[in-house]
């Protein structure tokens, strides 16, 4: 199995990772082929500020529309 985002470990240990995060807002590459949906969604959990990133609620509206317009059961 392969571990989300594993190719950045060669670049930055754990520690690292926290301070690129929290001090510089470096986020990891997103594959391209990401549907623009989960893309804005991911991004929009990254804010800054905790009040404009998405609630439980609306992440599970968006679940719900993506699964239904994708067709997925």
Not at 28 to 32: A, D, N, S, T
């Given at each position: 199995m392969k571990l989300p985002f594993g190719e950045c470990s060669n670049y930055y240990t754990p520690s690292d990772w926290y301070v690129q995060l929290n001090?510089?807002?470096v986020r990891?590459?997103?594959?391209?082929h990401m549907p623009d949906t989960l893309?804005?969604?991911i991004e929009s959990g990254w804010a800054t500020d905790m009040n404009d990133r998405p609630t439980a609620d609306s992440m599970l509206r968006i679940f719900e529309t993506y699964k239904n317009n994708a067709g997925l059961q």
């Open positions: 001090t510089h807002n990891p590459r997103l594959p391209l893309r804005e969604l």
